[in-house]
């Protein structure tokens, strides 16, 4: 595997199920990234995590919780959704360091998700 | 706050011509980084080229290339010889320091739907 992979690419939910977006970087980058990406509004930084600690929340719901084990993995886990939460959701990653500005962001594929 | 503009919604144009997408921003950082994505219908954010501000070279990589204009705040995007592999969404984005780590938070435009017809 290369790059920025996600899983699952498609994903239908109820609003009271409970799911897991999973994203695995194979850069050696240290920092991760969501974002939300829906109709016609432009990318939404969800969070951040730097050196596996979260490093920005954007004012994020509750019903969203991300997860960082290590610098490779990025998890989000889903409850009790609406449906306006449906959207593609984006994971990046990207090496950063302490100061100046540092290195682009690589994106994965993404995860469609729809929430009935 | 920080802003990107792209003008053009979707734009169409017949294979082979050559197409520009605009691209305007506003930051009061005095660095900054100027981003340009794809984004074809499988959904991944292909990167294609960062510049940084105070490099006002343009630049050409094959049929693309980039013109920077710092006294304009414009990041334009000029394909040449468009392909229908071109079709795609692009997306202009534009960064500043979030954090003492040094991450950066892009500030994305809406995007442009660009269409190549055959």
């Known amino acids: 595997e290369t790059g920025v992979t996600q899983t699952p690419r498609h994903l239908v939910m109820g609003m009271t199920n409970k799911k897991s977006l999973k994203c695995e970087q194979h850069?050696?980058?240290?920092?991760m990234y969501w974002y939300k990406q829906s109709a016609k509004k432009p990318l939404e930084l969800m969070f951040v995590y730097n050196f596996k600690e979260q490093t920005e929340n954007n004012s994020v719901p509750s019903r969203f919780s991300p997860e960082c084990p290590n610098s490779s993995h990025l998890f989000l886990h889903l409850h009790t959704l609406q449906p306006e939460d449906s959207a593609l959701y984006l994971c990046?990653?990207?090496?950063?360091?302490?100061?100046?500005?540092?290195?682009?962001?690589?994106f994965g594929p993404g995860t469609r998700l729809t929430v009935l | 706050a920080q802003k990107v503009t792209q003008a053009q919604t979707e734009i169409s144009v017949v294979e082979k011509e050559d197409v520009t997408l605009d691209c305007v921003y506003e930051?009061?950082?005095?660095?900054?980084?100027l981003f340009w994505y794809k984004q074809p219908p499988s959904g991944e954010l292909v990167f294609l080229i960062r510049r940084n501000s105070f490099d006002e070279q343009n630049e050409i990589s094959g049929r693309y290339s980039w013109n920077f204009q710092k006294s304009t705040s414009s990041f334009n995007f000029t394909i040449t010889a468009s392909q229908v592999v071109d079709s795609a969404v692009y997306f202009c984005?534009?960064?500043?320091?979030?954090?003492?780590?040094?991450?950066?938070?892009?500030?994305f435009g809406t995007g442009t739907r660009l269409t190549i017809i055959p």
């Open positions: 850069l050696g980058h240290n920092a």
């Open positions: 930051t009061r950082d005095t660095t900054y980084y």
């Open positions: 984005a534009l960064s500043d320091q979030i954090s003492n780590f040094g991450n950066e938070k892009l500030t």
């Open positions: 990046a990653s990207s090496q950063e360091s302490s100061g100046g500005f540092t290195d682009t962001q690589y």
